[in-house]
């Protein structure tokens, strides 16, 4: 029978011919877990279970990636609580020098197309970009899954998003995934899974595909899943691929022509709150932050310097790598020793400002402008501001210090 990338995936990992609607036990292939959210498993999981050893230390991970490093003593000993896990269990970890979570998994190796992954972050869904059914759970999850290396899952439905033609230049990912966003509003793709089809996805680089997967979240989506091709098996060195059937059963498709997309920016406090650029430029804000998992890699910072280079911000600016090795590189291209030249903060790889327990927090009434994915009311300090844009668009603004189209620097 015929099935979509989710199928394929769940009836590998069930060892059954999974359709769409049934409830399935399913064999994990990894159980990740942070400092946020991480020392609640541990606790949970020693206390459950206070003879047994973690189901396959091999496929357990623990990442730092929110507050790093410390910004005080609670947040010290959860992460002494996690470190004295990993030690005694034998499992992965990656301690406050790494980066974000998701991006470190995968650049070392222990994400595949067509594996299952559960973690304690609502935006582990975005290794859907490398056809991984990965998903953020809650505690009891994490702790069953650490104990028996497996979980149950209902099959979602998918649909089908074909994306045609080509954006105008200025426009980025993020500009296409908030223009999904105003179409399918935030609860649009309740636990639905995601197919990403057209020759402009088939284009797109591995940050890109992030951009697009990282904020299926944000439409309550399940998973959003681009089919690993050439590109994407060189980049990272895979064997395997993952593909749909040609025949797929899809429960919907969806057409939409991204050529006419303007540079696009979610407005507080939602983020299908969605309006182009142009009707809101020049409003004067306080903060910009380039970074997070949705926007944090090598080529987000390289068009934000197109822009920054020999140029002054006339904000506050903080950009933060995704990853200890995306830092390298940029150091290696000199985009860091620009971006300080240009005055902007450059703190070490993190989620940074994503939520609160970062430098750089708003004061009530700060306008903010975020590469992140979400702006909800408090995300980033009690009465903040968030908007959210495009690393061109955030580059663009930064060194006017308001709200501006960057198609007037190309």
């Not at 697009?212 to 690993?228: D, N, P, V």
């Not at 020049?282 to 822009?307: K, L, W, Y």
Request: charged letters at 25%; hydrophobic letters at 40%; aromatic letters at 8%.
């Amino acid at each position: 029978m015929s099935k979509t990338i989710i199928e394929k995936i769940i009836s590998r990992a069930s060892g059954k011919d999974a359709k769409v609607g049934e409830r399935v036990w399913v064999k994990l292939d990894l159980v990740a877990m942070r400092d946020f959210g991480g020392p609640n498993v541990v606790l949970d999981f020693r206390k459950h279970f206070p003879q047994r050893h973690v189901y396959d230390s091999k496929k357990v991970a623990i990442t730092f990636d929110l507050h790093i490093p410390p910004r005080n003593e609670k947040v010290a000993k959860n992460q002494q609580i996690l470190r004295g896990f990993a030690a005694e269990e034998g499992v992965h970890l990656f301690d406050i020098n790494t980066g974000i979570g998701q991006h470190i998994l995968l650049e070392h190796g222990l994400i595949k197309p067509g594996s299952v992954v559960v973690g304690t972050d609502s935006h582990m869904n975005l290794l859907g970009a490398v056809g991984s059914f990965a998903t953020g759970v809650g505690t009891t999850d994490i702790v069953s899954g650490l104990a028996l290396g497996k979980l149950w899952f209902r099959v979602p439905p998918t649909i089908k998003i074909i994306l045609e033609g080509r954006p105008q230049n200025g426009v980025l990912p993020k500009d296409v995934i908030l223009y999904l966003l105003k179409f399918f509003k935030t609860d649009g793709l309740n636990y639905l899974a995601v197919e990403f089809f057209g020759e402009y996805v088939e284009s797109l680089p591995l940050s890109g595909r992030i951009t697009l997967a990282s904020m299926i979240t944000e439409m309550s989506g399940k998973i959003g899943f681009i089919a690993t091709d050439m590109r994407i098996k060189k980049e990272l060195s895979f064997t395997e691929d993952i593909s749909p059937d040609p025949d797929a059963t899809y429960m919907k498709e969806y057409r939409f022509d991204i050529s006419k997309i303007e540079p696009l920016i979610a407005l507080p406090h939602s983020p299908d709150n969605v309006v182009a650029v142009s009707e809101v430029e020049g409003t004067q804000i306080d903060e910009v932050f380039m970074g997070s998992c949705t926007n944090g890699r090598e080529d987000d910072f390289r068009m934000a310097r197109n822009i920054i280079k020999d140029r002054e911000v006339k904000v506050r600016t903080i950009a933060v790598p995704a990853t200890h090795s995306v830092m390298i590189n940029l150091l290696k291209e000199g985009i860091i020793t620009d971006f300080a030249y240009a005055g902007i903060v450059i703190p070490n790889p993190s989620c940074a400002l994503c939520t609160t327990g970062h430098p750089g927090i708003l004061a009530p009434g700060e306008k903010l402008l975020s590469t992140s994915n979400r702006n909800y009311v408090g995300k980033i300090g009690k009465g903040g501001l968030i908007h959210l844009v495009s690393p061109l668009t955030a580059a663009a603004s930064a060194v006017e210090g308001k709200i501006t189209d960057p198609r007037r620097f190309l």
